[in-house]
């Protein structure tokens, strides 16, 4: 790679230079109003999240969402909707990292691979309380500047690249080995 006879060029421009991924099961415990019978449903709803570059291989991912339990209580003849708030912190290591980014100032991207989600919603034996199981995962990409190296045609473009000029036509020979029948041969089978 020579500059001096300008066959190549130094192009900086903006890619991943890192990315991790990370799926976290947690348990919360949700106080109810009064003792469960049986729950009803159980859905998330409201997950808010930001994330922000913690050190050189860590991404922190911020944010809160609302567990919202319907349930049951006095021997299933009153029901009642349970709401509480969450908020956690996730920290995502890169497992894939470019060393060679040029500067410190990056754009950290977040992408919700899965929203937080109820897998199990079950009564406790401590009274009113009541153990919700979620589930979540995240992908985060770091985006920075980087220096990439390209050729240089030093002639330029030759007006015989047009792809016009490519020979698409089948020859003799090509057409003698296709067999005709080659439909009608599956049909039958």
Not at 130 to 143: D, G, T
Request: aromatic share 8%; hydrophobic share 30%.
């Amino acid at each position: 790679m020579t500059f001096l006879d300008q066959e190549y060029r130094e192009i900086i421009t903006k890619a991943v230079c890192g990315k991790g991924r990370r799926f976290v099961e947690t348990t919360h415990s949700v106080a109810a109003s009064h003792k469960p019978s049986s729950i009803l449903g159980c859905w998330v709803i409201n997950h808010l999240y930001n994330a922000k570059k913690k050190s050189k291989d860590t991404v922190e991912v911020n944010g809160s969402y609302d567990i919202n339990i319907w349930y049951s209580y006095n021997d299933n003849t009153k029901t009642e909707v349970v709401t509480e708030r969450i908020t956690y912190s996730d920290n995502i290591k890169l497992s894939v990292k470019d060393d060679h980014c040029i500067n410190d100032d990056y754009d950290v991207v977040a992408k919700v691979l899965q929203q937080p989600n109820c897998l199990e919603c079950k009564i406790t034996n401590q009274g009113n309380k009541i153990a919700v199981e979620i589930e979540r995962e995240f992908l985060v990409q770091i985006i920075g500047d980087t220096k990439v190296y390209v050729k240089v045609n030093p002639s330029g473009f030759h007006q015989n690249d047009d792809d016009d000029d490519w020979d698409y036509d089948v020859s003799e020979e090509e057409l003698d080995g296709i067999n005709p029948d080659f439909l009608n041969s599956k049909d039958k089978e």
